[in-house]
C-alpha cells in the first residue's frame, strides 16, 4: 500500500443526525466520492486487508491497555471478533459504504458493561483504533501528503463517534445492571424479612446482601411522618450513607407508609451512636428491635420494630427500642385488647361530649405524666389546682376507680395509654 499514488480528488464531507434512545441527537460522519481519489478510496484499499489490521490492532489493545491483557472474562476469540467488528464498521465509513450505523460501538459498549471494564480502557481501545487506521492511510498517502488534513479530520471524528455511542451504550448497560442488582437486592431482603423460605434459601439471601453469618444486627420499622417526601425527596434519604459512616451497613425497602431497614453493625459498641442518630433523624415514629446476632432472624427483628414502633403515641417524632417500655408494648402486642380495656374502664367518660371528655382525659392524663401530683398538673395545663382536683374526682365518680388505690390507678392508666395509643373509633 505504501506508494499507491492517489489522483487529485473533491471530498464532500456530510453530517447526518439522529436521535439516540436518550434524545440526544448523535451524527455519524460519512464521506462521499464525487469523482476522483478520496479517502475513501484508501479506506476501500484497507477493508481489503482486514484481517491483518484486526490482528495488529488486538496487538496494540493487549500490550496497551492492561485492562483486556488482565482480564479473563472475555477471551480472545470475542475480543477479536469485536475489534474485526468495529473496524470493518469503521473502515466501511470512511469509504462511504456505510451511512450511520454504529451497531458495532454500541455493542462493544454493551458488551464491555456486562463484562464489567473500565470505561476508559475502552476509550483507550477506539484511540488505538484510530491510530492504527490513521497510521495505514498515512501510509497509503505517502506521495500525497496534501491529503493527509482531510484524512485526519475524517478519521478521528467517526472515531469520536464510535467512543461516543460505546459509552452512551456502556451506560445505559451499567444502568440496568444497577436497576437489576438492586431489584435482585430487594426480593433477598423481603425473603429475609418473610423468613418463610427454607434455611438454605435464607441462606442465600443473607449471602446475596453481603451479611456476615454472625453479628450484631437491627431492624428498624420507621414512619415516614407527616412530610413523606421528606427534605431530600424520600423519607430518610441519606441515612444509609450516615450509618456507613458509622461503620453500620444497612439495606432498605419500602412498605406501605414506612421505611424498613436491616442494619448490620460492625461491632457491639456502635450501638449508641446508631441510636442516637436515628433518634435524630427520625420524622414520624420509629421502632428499633432488639439487637440480635444472625441475619435470619430477621423476621423476628421486624416484628418486635413493628411493635416497637406500634408503642409510641401516633404523630410522635421519636424512636422506641423493643422491651424497653413494658406496658405500651404489652398493649401494642394486641391493640384490640388494649382497645376493650379502655372502653371498660373509660367508657363513660368516651360517653360525655367532646369537649368534656377530652377535657377530663387530658387532665388524667396529664396527672399521671406528672407523678400524681397536683401543682405539677396544674402548672402544666394552666389552671387552677382546685380545678385539676374537681376534674380527677370526677374522673373517679364516672370510672369508679379511686385513683388512691394501686390497682384502679393502675388500671386508669393502661385505660388512658390505650386511648392514646390507639385513638378511638
Not at 417526601?229 to 407508609?257: C, F, I, K, T
Not at 413493628?306 to 409510641?312: C, D, G, I, T, V
Not at 389552671?383 to 374522673?395: A, D, S
Request: overall charge negative.
Amino acid at each position: 500500500m505504501p506508494g499507491f499514488r492517489l489522483l487529485p480528488r473533491r471530498v464532500v464531507l456530510t453530517h447526518n443526525d439522529r436521535h439516540g434512545r436518550d434524545g440526544y441527537h448523535r451524527g455519524v460522519s460519512a464521506i462521499t466520492e464525487p469523482a476522483g481519489a478520496s479517502p475513501a478510496t484508501v479506506a476501500r484499499l484497507l477493508v481489503g486487508d482486514l484481517d491483518a489490521l484486526t490482528d495488529e490492532l488486538v496487538d496494540r489493545i493487549l500490550a496497551g491497555e492492561h485492562a483486556y491483557a488482565e482480564s479473563t472474562l472475555i477471551t480472545p476469540v470475542e475480543l477479536r471478533e469485536a475489534v474485526r467488528a468495529n473496524l470493518d464498521s469503521v473502515l466501511r465509513q470512511l469509504s462511504g459504504e456505510l451511512g450511520d450505523d454504529l451497531h458495532a460501538a454500541r455493542a462493544t459498549g454493551r458488551l464491555k458493561a456486562e463484562y464489567g471494564f473500565p470505561l476508559a480502557a475502552i476509550l483507550h481501545a477506539y484511540r488505538l483504533a484510530g491510530r492504527l487506521v490513521w497510521d495505514h492511510m498515512r501510509a497509503a498517502c505517502v506521495d500525497q501528503p496534501e491529503l493527509l488534513p482531510d484524512i485526519g479530520a475524517d478519521v478521528w471524528r467517526i472515531i469520536d463517534d464510535y467512543s461516543t455511542a460505546a459509552a452512551e451504550e456502556y451506560g445505559f448497560a451499567v444502568s440496568e445492571r444497577t436497576t437489576r442488582h438492586a431489584e435482585l437486592l430487594q426480593v433477598e431482603l423481603r425473603a429475609l424479612f418473610d423468613g418463610v423460605l427454607e434455611p438454605g434459601r435464607l441462606h442465600t439471601a443473607a449471602q446475596m446482601l453481603q451479611l456476615p453469618a454472625t453479628g450484631t444486627f437491627l431492624v428498624v420499622c420507621a414512619e415516614a411522618g407527616a412530610d413523606p417526601a421528606g427534605a431530600e425527596g424520600e423519607p430518610y434519604a441519606g441515612l444509609d450513607r450516615r450509618l456507613r459512616d458509622r461503620l453500620v451497613a444497612s439495606h432498605w425497602m419500602s412498605d406501605v407508609q414506612t421505611r424498613i431497614g436491616l442494619l448490620s453493625l460492625s461491632t457491639p459498641h456502635v450501638l449508641p451512636p446508631v441510636l442516637e442518630l436515628l433518634r435524630t433523624e427520625a420524622v414520624g415514629r420509629v421502632g428499633i428491635s432488639a439487637p440480635f446476632t444472625a441475619p435470619l432472624d430477621a423476621r423476628g427483628g421486624l416484628r418486635q420494630a413493628e411493635l416497637a414502633m406500634a408503642s409510641l403515641v401516633p404523630g410522635a417524632a421519636t424512636t422506641e427500642t423493643y422491651g424497653r417500655s413494658a406496658l405500651p408494648l404489652a398493649l401494642a402486642h394486641s391493640p384490640a385488647a388494649a382497645r376493650e380495656l379502655r372502653d371498660a374502664v373509660l367508657g363513660p367518660v368516651l360517653a360525655l361530649p367532646e369537649a368534656d371528655r377530652d377535657a377530663l382525659i387530658d387532665t388524667v392524663r396529664a396527672w399521671f405524666d406528672c407523678g400524681g401530683s397536683l401543682a405539677a398538673t396544674a402548672e402544666r395545663l394552666h389552671y387552677h389546682r382546685n380545678t385539676i382536683n374537681h376534674r380527677l374526682g370526677r374522673i373517679e365518680q364516672l370510672t369508679g376507680r379511686d385513683r388512691s388505690d394501686p390497682r384502679a390507678a393502675a388500671e386508669l392508666y393502661a385505660a388512658v395509654l390505650a386511648d392514646r395509643l390507639f385513638g378511638r373509633e
